[in-house]
C-alpha cells in the first residue's frame, strides 16, 4: 500500500526554535567531565576556579563557601533539582544545595561555543534569526526533504531534518540542544522549553488545545511578570483560559494592542518572519587609558581621547549608514566603578561634533572624585538618514536624562 499523501497537510511555514542545554553549564562540563550529574551552578568569581591538587585531581569551590552578591547565571539539572535557578543569588542558592560545585563565568568560551554551534545548524539550515548567546530561529520551510512523509508518518522529514541538526550541533560542540518546530516562532519558543533536555517537540495546529492551553500564561513569550499578575487577579492562569476570554473583555482590561494579541497569542497565531539579520541597538567606541587619568590634571589628554572618539563613531555611523538621537557616555573609574550617563535629542545626530557636544552635556552630570580608567560613547535610538520616523520632535520636549540617580545632582566642574 502506498504510503498517503500528507504532505499538503503541513503548514506552509516550519519555524524551529533551538536551545542549547544548560548552555554555560554545559561547557564547563566539557572543561570538568568529572562533574557530570553533579549540582553545579557558573557564577563565581576567577577566585572560585578549581585548584590542582599534587595528585592530578581538581578541588572545586563549594556553594556554602560563597560570600558575597553574586547570582547564578546557570546551573545543571541537577542543581535545579535542589531549587537553584538562573538570577538566583548565590548566597540564597547556597542555602538550598550547599555541596553544590561554584564555577566561575567564562564568557569567552560560551561565545566560542555559541559561534560554532550556529555554524553548525547553518550547513544545514541557512535562514537563521540570532536570538542570544543560546538559542536561534530558523526558517526550516524550504529545507530540502522537510515535507516528505517517511512512511506513514507526516512528519517525518521534519523529524529526519531536526533530528540531523541536533547530530551536527552535537558532533560540532558536544553538547545538547533542544528543539521545537511549530509553525510560527511564538509556538515554537513554547515547543523548545517542554521536553528538555535534549528535547525534539514538533506541534501543529491540531495540539495548541492539549499541549499549549494546559500551560501558565508565563510560558507565552511577551507575557512577563506584570502581566501575569493581573491576569491571576482576573482569574486567569492559563493560556487556555486566555484564549476562552472574549477579545473585547481581553482588549477593554489591556489595552488595544496588547490585549489583541493576547486574543491572538493564546490561538498560537504569530505571523512574524525569521529575521536573518538583526539590526543593532547601539554603536559604541571606547578606550582603555594606559594609566588612569586625573579628570583637572589630564583634562587636555581627556579632552583629546574624547574627541578621538567620537570621530571615530562619527566614521563608523557614516559606514553603516546610521544616525541616533540617544548618545550615552561610559566612564569607568579606578576600583572599576563604573558610571553611564545618557542624553536623548529630539532630532538625530551623526557628526562628530554633535556626538561631543551632547557627551559633554552627558559629562557634566558626573562627579569626578577618582582617576578614570575607561572612556566610552554610544549611541542608540538608531535610525537610517531619510527616516520619516527618525525625529521626534514633541511639543515642548525637552532632552530627557537617564541613568543617573534621583535627587539633586553634585555640581561638577564643566570638564573636557
Ligand atoms: P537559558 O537558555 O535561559 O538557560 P540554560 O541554557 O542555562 O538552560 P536551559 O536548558 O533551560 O535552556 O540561558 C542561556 C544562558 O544564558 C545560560 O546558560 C546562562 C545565561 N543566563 C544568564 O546569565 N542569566 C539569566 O538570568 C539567564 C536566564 C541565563
Ligand atoms: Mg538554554
Ligand atoms: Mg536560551
Redesign the pocket.
Same mark, same amino acid.
Do not use: L, V, W
Given at each position: 500500500m502506498a504510503a498517503p499523501d500528507s504532505s499538503a497537510a503541513l503548514p506552509e511555514r516550519l519555524i524551529a526554535h533551538l536551545?542549547? @542545554?544548560?548552555?554555560?553549564?554545559s561547557v564547563e562540563l566539557l572543561r570538568y567531565p568529572e562533574l557530570k550529574g553533579l549540582p553545579v551552578v557558573?557564577g563565581g568569581r576567577r577566585e572560585h576556579a578549581p585548584r590542582l591538587r599534587e595528585d592530578g585531581t581538581r578541588e572545586f569551590s563549594r556553594l556554602r563557601d560563597y560570600t558575597g552578591r553574586g547570582v547564578a547565571?546557570?546551573s545543571t539539572y541537577a542543581a535545579r533539582d535542589l531549587g537553584v535557578f538562573?538570577?538566583m543569588g548565590l548566597m540564597k542558592a547556597a542555602l538550598r544545595a550547599p555541596d553544590a560545585i561554584l564555577l566561575p563565568t567564562d564568557f569567552d568560551s560560551y561565545r566560542h561555543y555559541s559561534r560554532l554551534f550556529k555554524a553548525a545548524v547553518a550547513e544545514i539550515a541557512p535562514v537563521i534569526e540570532d536570538r542570544?548567546? @543560546?538559542?536561534i530561529y530558523i526558517d526550516l520551510s524550504a529545507v530540502p526533504g522537510i515535507r516528505e512523509p517517511v512512511g506513514f508518518d507526516p512528519l517525518g522529514g521534519v523529524r529526519a531534518v531536526a533530528r540531523e541538526i541536533k547530530n551536527s550541533v552535537l558532533r560540532a560542540t558536544n553538547l545538547s540542544c533542544?528543539i521545537g518546530i511549530t509553525p510560527n516562532k511564538l509556538l515554537s519558543k513554547i515547543a523548545s522549553?517542554l521536553d528538555?533536555?535534549d528535547g525534539l517537540t514538533i506541534l501543529t495546529a491540531a495540539d495548541i488545545q492539549t499541549r499549549i492551553w494546559p500551560l501558565a500564561v508565563r510560558k507565552i513569550n511577551g507575557i512577563g511578570p506584570k502581566a501575569a499578575a493581573r491576569l491571576a487577579a482576573l482569574g486567569i492562569e492559563t493560556v487556555g483560559q486566555i484564549a476562552a476570554a472574549e477579545p473585547q473583555w481581553l482588549i477593554e482590561q489591556f489595552g488595544k494592542s496588547y490585549g489583541a494579541w493576547l486574543h491572538e497569542a493564546s490561538h498560537g497565531r504569530d505571523n512574524r518572519p525569521v529575521v536573518t539579520h538583526s539590526e543593532p541597538v547601539s554603536i559604541s567606541r571606547e578606550t582603555t587609558f594606559e594609566r588612569d587619568l586625573h579628570a583637572v590634571h589630564d583634562r587636555a589628554e581627556l579632552s583629546r581621547i574624547l574627541t578621538r572618539l567620537c570621530e571615530q563613531l562619527a566614521g563608523d555611523l557614516l559606514r553603516k549608514g546610521y544616525q541616533g538621537r540617544t548618545v550615552g557616555i561610559k566612564l569607568r573609574f579606578e576600583g572599576f566603578h563604573t558610571v553611564t550617563r545618557d542624553l536623548t535629542l529630539d532630532t538625530p545626530v551623526a557628526q562628530a561634533a554633535e556626538l561631543l557636544r551632547a557627551a559633554r552635556s552627558c559629562l557634566k552630570r558626573v562627579q569626578f572624585d577618582k582617576r578614570l580608567r575607561l572612556l566610552g560613547v554610544r549611541i542608540g535610538s538608531l535610525s537610517h538618514p531619510g527616516d520619516a520616523s527618525a525625529a521626534r520632535p514633541r511639543r515642548g520636549a525637552r532632552p530627557v536624562a537617564a541613568g543617573e540617580p534621583p535627587g539633586p545632582q553634585p555640581e561638577t566642574l564643566s570638564l573636557f
Open positions: 536551545d542549547m @542545554d544548560a548552555f554555560y553549564a557558573i547565571t546557570t538562573s538570577a542570544g548567546i @543560546d538559542e533542544s522549553e528538555k533536555p
